[in-house]
């Protein structure tokens, strides 16, 4: 069993004190938040000048894990700064709605069919590894294993007595394992070369103030938008909607520019390293060796469901894959922009993974008929994952 502290109050304080970004964690001061994004830009620039694919957000994301957990700087990004940065994202990813696409969706039932099996599938092998294989406890294996909802997984095992630092980790684990290898499978397996940056996107310098007001409006109101109607990823979903409504509708044509889509990415990969502040390989060496396995087993399951499938669903592996891959929502839909592959089908595919997550997970453990100690209720008003 892990080393994790044993009561969950015990095991909130450690995920707090450990900078995994959970509810109720104790924001960074400013100067923690400005060491974090200079380390992070330095590891962006380094791999962009390296020609690494997804270079500012990879780099970000390597740099600020191997900082966390070496424990050579404090870490840590403010919440609205991410959720600044995710809805950059969606009002970029609504951006790329067509009336063509509109006309396509009715079509996609089956690829949603396909990603319910997939979803139970990779749930119930992450259940394996973790119950059998590392040990864990029902409740704690359940809610690590699910492809996704890493603030809503961890915040319901809680609920159920389950060890939230051991949850909040494996997600983690997963999140960073998928965002890493699915741009390298690209390059290498599939032969395709990923620009650091979207290749249809101007500079800021170039942005008119008509298009600035309209990107921005879409961001600034579609964030309160996504909260209130309380859908998940409402911080990316609202402006992706807003965005793509004023796209349909004509009235903007712009992108978010190139400067602020490599800021997102910058910020994007230090919040995930950020995940493992406070924490060594060796005080978390079981927790994220299953979380490696998982991960790695959910790339591989990706990969072979996109290829056994791609025939049948008429849609190209390369599509599919970064379809199935479970990384995070923002983190996957950042790849599917910079890499230019049907961003509209990739990104709803993923807004259903969290959907299907968030609301079946605990509608299955109660079928399981698992019993659990009821430890104290802690909201959320984001899902991160």
Not at 64 to 73: E, P, Q
Not at 84 to 95: C, D, E, H, K, R
Not at 254 to 276: D, L, T
């Amino acid at each position: 069993m892990t080393s994790a502290p044993k009561s969950p109050k015990d095991s909130l304080s450690a995920v707090a004190a450990g900078g995994l970004a959970l509810p109720g964690s104790t924001p960074p001061d400013f100067r923690t938040v400005a060491t974090t994004l200079l380390i992070a830009s330095v590891g962006g620039g380094l791999f962009a000048i390296a020609g690494a694919p997804l270079a500012w957000m990879l780099g970000a994301m390597f740099i600020t894990t191997g900082v966390a957990m070496a424990g050579l700087a404090k870490l840590g990004i403010y919440a609205w700064l991410r959720t600044t940065m995710i809805a950059v994202l969606g009002v970029m990813l609504g951006s790329a709605f067509t009336p063509e696409l509109l006309s396509q969706m009715l079509g996609w039932w089956p690829d949603v069919l396909v990603l319910a099996v997939f979803i139970a599938f990779v749930t119930a092998t992450g259940f394996i590894v973790f119950r059998y294989g590392a040990g864990y406890d029902t409740t704690t294996a359940y809610f690590s294993a699910t492809p996704g909802g890493l603030s809503e997984m961890a915040i319901m095992g809680h609920e159920l007595g389950a060890d939230i630092r051991t949850i909040s980790l494996i997600h983690a684990t997963r999140i960073l394992v998928v965002v890493a290898t699915i741009p390298v499978y690209f390059r290498v397996v599939e032969g395709l070369e990923i620009p650091a940056l979207p290749r249809n996107v101007g500079s800021l310098i170039d942005l008119g103030i008509y298009e600035a007001v309209m990107l921005s409006g879409c961001a600034l109101l579609g964030v309160p938008l996504g909260r209130i109607s309380r859908v998940p990823a409402g911080s990316l979903i609202g402006p992706m909607v807003l965005s793509a409504a004023v796209h349909l509708a004509g009235l903007s044509s712009g992108k978010p520019p190139a400067e602020i889509v490599a800021a997102a990415q910058v910020v994007v990969g230090a919040s995930i390293g950020c995940r493992f502040a406070g924490l060594t390989l060796a005080d978390a060496r079981k927790i994220i060796s299953a979380g490696l396995i998982s991960g790695l087993l959910m790339v591989i399951a990706a990969a072979l469901a996109a290829y056994s499938l791609s025939a049948f669903l008429d849609r190209p592996v390369e599509v599919l894959v970064l379809s199935f891959a479970p990384g995070g929502l923002a983190e996957m839909a950042l790849i599917a922009l910079i890499l230019g592959i049907d961003t509209a089908f990739v990104s709803a595919m993923h807004v259903l993974r969290i959907a299907m997550v968030v609301i079946g997970a605990p509608v299955v453990f109660r079928l399981m008929g698992v019993e659990s100690g009821k430890s104290d209720t802690i909201k959320s008003e984001t899902i991160e994952d």
